[in-house]
C-alpha cells in the first residue's frame, strides 16, 4: 500500500496510455508536455499522492512536479499498478548535499550532523529532492529545505523540534517539513513546535486518507 512522499518508477511502455489518460497532460504548452512525455523514458520518478474524489478506485494516484521555467505545475496522474516497474528508494539529505547551493552547504550540514547526534535520517522531498533525482533547476530563490524526520523517541523530540528552529532562524534557508509518525501519516514540525508545550496541544496529522486533528501528547506517549 502506498504511502505519502513513496516515489514509483513507471515503465516507459505504459506511460504513453497513462498520459492520455489524464486531462491535466491535454492542457500542457508544447514545452512542459514534450518534458513530460519523455519522463518515464529518462528513468525519472513520480510521487505517491492523496487520491482524489475523481481518482476512482482502479488506478494508483500519483503526481509529477514540474520546474519553474515550465510552470511549477503538478500534474495528477491515475496510473495502473501494473505500470510501476519498481519503487525507488528515498533520498536522505546527506545523499543529496552535492546538490545543494553551495551558500546552503552550512545548513544542510547542520542538519545532517543534527540526524547523525539523534540518530534520525532525514529524507527529502520538495524542490531539492526533484533537482537531485532530475538534474532539472527546480530550486529558485526563496526555495525552502523540505525535510521528512523519522518519528523520534519522546526523549528526542524535544531536542529536535528546538534544534530546527534555531537552525531555520539562523538561515539562509527556510526549513519546512514533517515529523513522520505511524503508516505514513506526518505533521508539521512549526506546528508541532508551537503547540508542544501548550496545555491540550493538538496539531493537524496528514496522511493517505485525509487530515484530522490529534493531541500531541497521544502522539509520542
Known sequence: MLQRHDLLRVKPGGWPAALAASPGFQD???????????????????IARRPAADDGEAGLAVGLPLPPAYGKLRLALSIPADLVAETVAAVPLSAAAG????????????????????????????ALLWQ????LPYLRLGSDIDLIWPRPT?????????????????GPVRLDG??????GS????RELRQEFRRPGGAVLVKSMDGADIRCVHTLFA
Do not use: C, K, M
Open 99 to 126: 546538490s545543494a547551493p553551495a551558500g546552503w552547504r552550512p545548513q544542510v550540514e547542520r542538519l545532517i550532523a543534527l540526524g547523525e547526534r539523534l540518530a534520525l535520517q532525514p529524507i527529502l522531498f520538495g
Open 154 to 170: 519522546a526523549t528526542a523530540l524535544p531536542d529536535l523540534l528546538e534544534t530546527l528552529d534555531r537552525l531555520d532562524t539562523a
Open 178 to 183: 514533517e515529523i513522520a509518525l505511524s503508516a
Open 28 to 46: 500542457l504548452e508544447y514545452g512542459p508536455r514534450r518534458l513530460v512525455a519523455g519522463w518515464a523514458e529518462r528513468g525519472w520518478p513520480v
Open 186 to 189: 506526518g505533521v508539521n514540525w
Open 132 to 135: 537531485r533525482l532530475t538534474g
